[in-house]
């Protein structure tokens, strides 16, 4: 997390010669509050689970789980902590981004490169602290539109392609239905059916009927989705717990 005494990060380095010469440089830098280190993914995972981290920096060869598993199992947190790689390797670079990395720094560091990676966590964070509202490009007979995400109602699988739904209309979008889950799950879109997602912020009712789930959405006048039976407990929960803190 960031708080008034600044960042608290993660580094994570099976190399101690290295722990201790990140450390060094990233507690000289103003923006970073506190600094932890472990040596393996086993004790990340703990520290994660006992401490609000505000961002990880983590090699990528290491024994047992490697820096890119360990990114695995953190993209799956409610609320992944920003990554930073830091590495020697620069053959993974691809695949670290395919995780979302914020950035990947190689060895040997120099203090200004750090400092780069920490400005891009902390700009990412403000940002996201800001709940700007994105907007989502479509296409239409060659023209390009953009249409805010807060006015998706809910998204429907079509193959590889997913089609956002609007109160007035809808727009087909070259992007699968999991990536979109992956990616807009923090702004409250959560899967209801194999080929649904919903926007929480839309739901109007959840109706139960003879064991079978629908939501409403948008209203009396809306439209009405099924609910599959796996699904059906997280999403009542979700909107119980929606309606208890607003």
């Known amino acids: 997390m960031s708080t008034s ?11 101690r010669p290295a722990l201790d010469e990140l450390s060094y440089l990233l507690s000289r830098d103003d923006r970073v509050g506190e600094v932890l280190t472990c040596d393996s993914a086993t004790e990340a995972l ?4 006992e401490t609000a981290i505000g961002a990880v920096f983590l090699d990528i060869e290491m024994p047992g789980l ?12 409610r609320t992944p902590p920003p990554i930073v790689f830091v590495t020697a390797h620069e053959a993974h670079a691809v695949e670290a981004f395919d995780l979302r990395a914020v950035d990947y720094v190689l060895k040997p560091v120099r203090a200004e490169r750090l400092a780069e990676a920490v400005r891009r966590v902390v700009e990412g964070s403000e940002s996201r602290a800001g709940n700007h509202d994105e907007q989502v490009p479509v296409e239409l007979g060659g023209v390009t539109r953009f249409i805010n995400r807060s006015d998706i109602t809910h998204v429907e699988a079509q193959g ?13 979008l070259r ?6 889950e992956e990616e807009w799950g923090p702004a409250g879109f959560v899967r209801i059916h194999r080929s649904l997602l919903v926007s929480l912020a839309h739901v109007a009712e959840l109706r139960m ?3 079978r789930c629908s939501v409403l959405i948008g209203g009396p006048d809306g439209t009405e989705l099924g609910v599959s039976r796996r699904h059906t407990r997280a999403l009542r929960d979700l909107l119980l717990k929606r309606a208890g803190s607003s």
């Open 175 to 180: 992007t699968p239905l999991s990536t979109l």
């Open 160 to 172: 590889d392609y997913a089609r956002l739904h609007t109160a007035t209309g809808s727009h087909l």
């Open 46 to 49: 703990r520290l994660l689970h």
């Open 209 to 211: 009927d003879s064991g």
């Open 66 to 77: 490697t820096g890119l598993e360990l990114a695995q199992v953190l993209s799956r947190f």
């Open 5 to 15: 005494r600044g960042l608290t990060v993660l580094l994570i380095d099976d190399e």
